[in-house]
C-alpha cells in the first residue's frame, strides 16, 4: 500500500481481514519481525489459503489425484517466489519446491486460432516463421516496424485509457490488440481488453510512451538500466531489505535469485496448497498468532479519540478492538458486508467489481492425449473469434506435472538413479466465464459448464467423446475471484488509500490482489512483506 503506515506501539494488537496467502504472509512477516505483537486473523471460510486450493480427491477408480481449482505455477523471475522459497526452508519444506527449464515443453504456449488449431506463442524463430503464416499474427510486422514514428495522440500525461486502445494507437491497427494481446488478457485477468486499464496493467509501456514517445525506444533505454535493479550482492532491493530484516544467509537468498531467473515456472509437488497449508500449521503453534475460521468480518469502525479500530463480525457482533488492521480482501467485496459504510465515500466504494472464473477439471488415468505437438503449458483464446462456450483457456496440468524438476533432489542417491516411468495420465483444467458472463451474471450449472468443457476439448484437443464421458469432472465456479482493473483503476486505488490514510491515520493497512503491484501470487507476498517492514519501520504519531 502507498504511504506511510503507522509504527506499532509494544504488545500492539493486529487484526487481519482474511486468511488467503496475503493474510498468512502478512501475519508471518509481522509476528516474526515483532514476537512482542499479537496477530488475530479473521477467515469467513473453515479452511485458509483462499483461492490456492489444491483438492486432494479420488478419480473413477478410487485413485487419490491432486486437482489445482485456482493458481499452480509462479513467476521465477519475481521476489516474492523467492521469498515464498525462502519461508518454505524455514519450514523444512523446500523439497516440495519444483520448477520447469526455459527449453521445457511445458513452457510452450498455444494461442487458438480462428479454424480452431493451437499455435505456438514464438520462442524460436521457426517457430516465429510458423505464426508470421497465421491470420493471428496480421498487424504484428508492421505494427512493429512504424512504432516508433507513431504519436502520442491525444492523450494527456496521466491519463488512463483501455488496453486496447492503447495498444491499437501504439501498434497502428487493432488486430495485435484482439488477436494476441486479448488472450494474454484472458489468462490473467479473466477480461476484456477493452475495458480493463492500460495504465494498471501494462504502466510501464505506458510510462515508455510518456517519457520516450514510443514503448520500443523506451525498452531500449530500460534494458540497459534495469541491470541497476540488482545490487552488489546479487540481491533485488526488496529483497536486501528482508536479509537486513530477518539478518538472512545473503549467498543462499543470490543463488535463489539467480537460479530463479533462469526459470520461467515454479510450482510446489503436492500443490500451492503445500504452501498456505504449512504456514498455516507453523502459525497455529506461535503463542502470538490467533487464526480465527468462521468468522466474517463485517465492518470496521475508527475510536476518534484513541484510534483504535473495532471488528464487527456477523450480526454486528464485536470480535476485537486493535492498535492496527490490516485489510487483504477484495475490494469488490467491501460492499456486500459494509465493510466500511459511513467510513469511505459511497461513490468510492461503488466502483470496484470482479471477474467470476469457472473452473473444470478434468482427468484421464490411462494415457496422455495430448498430441506430442499439443504438448505445452495450455492455450489461451483470443477475443476476436465468436465464442458461444465462453472458454478463457485451458491449462494442460498433466504436461507441467511430468516436466517439472525438483529443485531440492532429495538426496544425491536419488541423482543417481533412474526415475521410475510414470504412468501416463492427463490432466486439464479449462477455465471459462470471466467477462463473457456479464456485468448481473448468473452462475451456469455444473452440467452446462462441463458440456462447454467437453465441447472445446474435442473440438479443439480432437480428445473423443468415449474419452470425455468417462473421464473424471470437477466443477467450481471462482466467484468474484480476480479484481476488475477498470480504466482509471490506478487513480481509484490512489483515492482510497488517501483516504484510509486520513480516515484511519496509518492504522489501518490494504493488501491483496487490488493493492499489490499485480494479481499474481509473488505480488501479493512481495507486499505483505513491505507493509509488514514499513509498519515495523513506521512512523511516530
Ligand atoms: C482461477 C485463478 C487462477 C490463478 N492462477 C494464478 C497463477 O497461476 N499464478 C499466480 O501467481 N496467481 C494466480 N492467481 C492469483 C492468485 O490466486 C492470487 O494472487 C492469490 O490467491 C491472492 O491471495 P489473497 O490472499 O490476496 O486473496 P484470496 O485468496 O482471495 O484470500 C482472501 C481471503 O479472505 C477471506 N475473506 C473474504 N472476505 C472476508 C471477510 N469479510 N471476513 C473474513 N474473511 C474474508 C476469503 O475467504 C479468503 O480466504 C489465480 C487466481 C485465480 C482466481
Ligand atoms: C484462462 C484463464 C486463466 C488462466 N490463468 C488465470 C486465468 C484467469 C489467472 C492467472 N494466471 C496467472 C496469474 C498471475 C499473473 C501474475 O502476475 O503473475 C493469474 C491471476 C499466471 C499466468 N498465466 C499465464 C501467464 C502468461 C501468466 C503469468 C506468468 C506465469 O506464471 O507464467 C498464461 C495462461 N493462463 C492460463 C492459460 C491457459 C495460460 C496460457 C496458455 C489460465
Not at 525506444?217 to 541497476?228: E, F, I, M, Y
Not at 475510536?303 to 488492521?325: E, K, R, Y
Not at 504412468?423 to 486439464?428: A, D, F, Q, S, V
Request: a positive charge; glycine letters at 8%; hydrophobic letters at 35%.
Amino acid at each position: 500500500m502507498q504511504g506511510p503506515l503507522k509504527c506499532l506501539p509494544s504488545n500492539a494488537r493486529i487484526g487481519v481481514v482474511g486468511g488467503g496467502i496475503s493474510g498468512l504472509t502478512f501475519t508471518y512477516f509481522l509476528a516474526k519481525l515483532r514476537p512482542d505483537v499479537h496477530v488475530t486473523v479473521f477467515e469467513s471460510k473453515p479452511r485458509t489459503g483462499g483461492w490456492i486450493h489444491s483438492l486432494d480427491t479420488k478419480d473413477g477408480e478410487g485413485n487419490p489425484i491432486m486437482l489445482e481449482q485456482g493458481p499452480r505455477t509462479l513467476r521465477g523471475v519475481s521476489d516474492g517466489t523467492v521469498l515464498m522459497a525462502d519461508i518454505l526452508k524455514d519450514l523444512k519444506k523446500h523439497t516440495s519446491l519444483q520448477y520447469v527449464r526455459k527449453s521445457s515443453r511445458a513452457n510452450k504456449k498455444f494461442l487458438l486460432d480462428t479454424n480452431n488449431q493451437l499455435v505456438q506463442v514464438p520462442n524460436s524463430l521457426i517457430t516465429l516463421l510458423k505464426f508470421c503464416s497465421n491470420s493471428l499474427s496480421n498487424g504484428v510486422v508492421s505494427g512493429y516496424l512504424g512504432e516508433r514514428f507513431r504519436g502520442k495522440g491525444s492523450r494527456s500525461q496521466d491519463e488512463d485509457e483501455s488496453l486496447h486502445s492503447f495498444i491499437s494507437r501504439r501498434m497502428g491497427n487493432e488486430k495485435v490488440s484482439t488477436n494476441l494481446l486479448s488472450a494474454v488478457c484472458h489468462g490473467i485477468y479473466a477480461d476484456d481488453i477493452k475495458r480493463l486499464s492500460a495504465r494498471k496493467v501494462m504502466g510501464k509501456l505506458v510510462d515508455f510512451e510518456d517519457q520516450y514517445g514510443s514503448i520500443l525506444r523506451g525498452s531500449k533505454r530500460d534494458k540497459s538500466q534495469n541491470k541497476k535493479e540488482i545490487t552488489p550482492s546479487g540481491l533485488t532491493p526488496v529483497i536486501s531489505l528482508y536479509e537486513n530484516a530477518f539478518s538472512k544467509d545473503r549467498y543462499k537468498l543470490a543463488r535463489l535469485i539467480k537460479d530463479f531467473a533462469k526459470y520461467p515456472m515454479i510450482g510446489l509437488a503436492g500443490g500451492l496448497e503445500t504452501f498456505t497449508r504449512s504456514l498455516t500449521q507453523e502459525l497455529a503453534k506461535w503463542p502470538n498468532v490467533n487464526l480465527e475460521l468462521q468468522t466474517q468480518v463485517q465492518n470496521v469502525s475508527k475510536d476518534p479519540l484513541s484510534s483504535h479500530i473495532t471488528v464487527n463480525a456477523t450480526d454486528n457482533v464485536a470480535v476485537g478492538v486493535f492498535d492496527h488492521l490490516r485489510i487483504t480482501t477484495n475490494p469488490s467485496t467491501w460492499r456486500e458486508t459494509g465493510l466500511f459504510s459511513g467510513q469511505l465515500p459511497q461513490e468510492l466504494l461503488e466502483r470496484p467489481h470482479s471477474n467470476t472464473v469457472l473452473l473444470v477439471n478434468y482427468y484421464w488415468p490411462h494415457a496422455d492425449l495430448l498430441r506430442k505437438e499439443q504438448q505445452g503449458f495450455g492455450y489461451l483464446v483470443p477475443q476476436n473469434r465468436t465464442n458461444p462456450e465462453q472458454l478463457l483457456g485451458v491449462i494442460f496440468d498433466s504436461v507441467i506435472e511430468k516436466n517439472y524438476k525438483p529443485y531440492y533432489p532429495m538426496d544425491t542417491k536419488a541423482l543417481f538413479t533412474r526415475p521410475l516411468r510414470r504412468p501416463e495420465y492427463t490432466k486439464l483444467t479449462i477455465m471459462l466465464g470471466g467477462h463473457y458472463l456479464g456485468e448481473r451474471h448468473t452462475t451456469p450449472t455444473a452440467n452446462t459448464a462441463i458440456s462447454a468443457a467437453k465441447y472445446s476439448l474435442r473440438n479443439h484437443l480432437g480428445i473423443s467423446q468415449d474419452h470425455l464421458d468417462n473421464g473424471t469432472w470437477k466443477f467450481v465456479a471462482a466467484q468474484n475471484c480476480l479484481p476488475q482493473f477498470f480504466v482509471g483503476y490506478p487513480q481509484w486505488k490512489q483515492q482510497v488509500e488517501e483516504d484510509v490514510l486520513n480516515k484511519f491515520a496509518g492504522h489501518l493497512s490494504l493488501g491483496g490482489m487490488g493493492f499489490a503491484k499485480g494479481p499474481g501470487v509473488p505480488d501479493v507476498v512481495t507486499d505483505s512483506f513491505l507493509d509488514a517492514y514499513k509498519m515495523v519501520q513506521g512512523f511516530q504519531e
